[in-house]
């Protein structure tokens, strides 16, 4: 099992002035401790679990070059991309580009957009839940033909692309994970497009992991290609007096089939759990 990094709060102590020092701090540290892949959300206010909407958020796409510059072995993406908020065409080429500038770590996070107030709050779009996801699966359909030989038009439903010329190419064709355990649609598209899924941990694993095992079986793909990742808080405590109940969470994670869990780490500007968890959690999930 791997152990992914998300980013998900931008407020620190030191402020907006110190944010990209802090910033490289965490993700330096983050990938000297082991850490298999760094992430950002692609939101543009802080969403409520975590923070009223007026706390800093760095638009994901800029901050995921930034964190490429800064680091050299991680895999970096948008957990996740909503999905009406860029033309895909554009999107193809923004994952390409940081796939290239990172020598080959870029993967494409992508899932059908949830929050209604920060689209409309500052224009962007926010179809109906139904176009979302019709938009989703046009999107991937695009990305892949970007990612391949072909530069033949493309002609969908709300999306028309005269020529998918792609140049350069990605130096690796980037890794799609979807989020989302929506049982009839989301891993639905997983089974049919995506390298990976992303669940949490309070959802019915079993149960999900079941359905997408049936989508597999329809759509003629291996349920083992399908990396399986799940988004969890990763809290070692303040004095480390967490570690053993977070090993043990991961132990029953591994047993459902779970190969990487990736969270977001309390006052992660501080580092001492980043460090923690590169001691006590990293090596030990390597060996489940």
């Known amino acids: 099992m791997k152990i992914g990094l998300h980013i998900a709060d931008f407020t620190y102590p ?72 860029r033309e895909p065409g554009m999107l193809a080429k923004l994952v390409t580009t940081l796939d290239v500038l990172s020598g080959g770590r870029a993967m494409l996070g992508i899932g059908a957009a949830w929050n209604a107030d920060e689209a409309r709050g500052l224009g962007l779009p926010f179809p109906s839940t139904k176009e979302r996801f019709e938009r989703l699966e046009e999107t991937l359909q695009i990305v892949q033909q970007m990612w391949s030989d072909s530069e033949e038009p493309y002609v969908g439903r709300h999306y028309r692309l005269e020529r998918t010329l792609n140049r350069p190419q990605p130096l690796r064709r980037p890794p799609i994970l979807i989020g989302g355990g ?50 969890l808080p990763l809290d070692v405590g303040e004095r480390g ?37 590169g001691r006590e959690i990293v090596p030990a999930a390597a060996e489940l």
């Open 14 to 85: 030191s402020g907006p002035a110190n944010l990209a020092d802090d910033l490289t701090r965490i993700a330096t540290t983050a990938e000297e401790a082991g850490f298999a892949r760094v992430s950002v959300m692609d939101h543009v206010w802080q969403i409520a679990v975590l923070g009223p909407p007026e706390h800093e958020m760095l638009e994901a796409y800029t901050t995921l070059g930034y964190l490429a510059a800064r680091t050299s072995r991680v895999e970096l993406l948008a957990w996740v991309t909503a999905v009406t908020y």
């Open 182 to 231: 929506g049982e009839r649609k989301t891993l639905r598209l997983v089974a049919q497009y995506a390298q990976a899924c992303n669940l949490f941990a309070a959802d019915d694993l079993e149960r999900k992991l079941d359905v997408l095992r049936e989508h597999c079986a329809a759509v003629g793909r291996l349920y083992d290609e399908i990396e399986k990742t799940v988004m």
């Open 241 to 277: 007096e967490k570690v053993d109940a977070l090993r043990s969470q991961l132990e029953q994670l591994a047993k459902l089939g779970v190969q990487h869990v990736h969270g977001w780490v309390p006052r992660v500007w501080e580092l001492t759990a980043l460090e923690t968890l």
